[in-house]
């Protein structure tokens, strides 16, 4: 029912920086209650990055400890798309990074979780 992409992963510097963006899509979604970043680091567990929700009636974005500050997420106008800027990169951001679209669709009244296969972020020199 719905599609969900990422891309713009790649190499960056220590220091450098990095956008991503996730796409949602499907013939049938009819709303995207919030979009979320993961990533998941060679031999560690799946770690929540960035969440941006409209649960509340407006965009409300929260951040994990490990990248607030260096990290922004921002939601397209249609609802459908978020991008995640990461600046001040470091090693230790080297990672699958994963979009989370938690969405209505179908004839459903419920809202479902709808995950991409993933985008490679490589930090090193």
């Known amino acids: 029912q719905v599609q969900v992409a990422e891309s713009g992963g790649g190499l960056a510097q220590p220091g450098g920086s990095l956008t991503l963006s996730c796409v949602a899509s499907?013939?049938?979604?009819?709303?995207?209650?919030?979009m979320d970043w993961y990533r998941q680091a060679p031999g560690k567990q799946r770690e929540w990055v960035a969440t941006?929700?409209?649960?509340?009636?407006?965009?409300?974005?929260t951040y994990a400890d490990s990248v607030k500050g260096r990290f922004a997420v921002s939601r397209g106008s249609g609802a459908k798309m978020m991008f995640l800027r990461m600046d001040n990169l470091k090693p230790e951001d080297t990672a699958v990074y994963y979009c989370?679209?938690?969405?209505?669709?179908?004839?459903?009244?419920?809202?479902?979780?709808?995950w991409g296969q993933g985008t490679q972020v490589t930090v090193s020199s």
């Open positions: 941006s929700s409209d649960r509340s009636g407006s965009e409300v974005t």
């Open positions: 499907g013939r049938t979604m009819y709303v995207v209650n919030a």
């Open positions: 989370r679209a938690s969405a209505i669709a179908g004839v459903s009244p419920h809202e479902y979780d709808y």
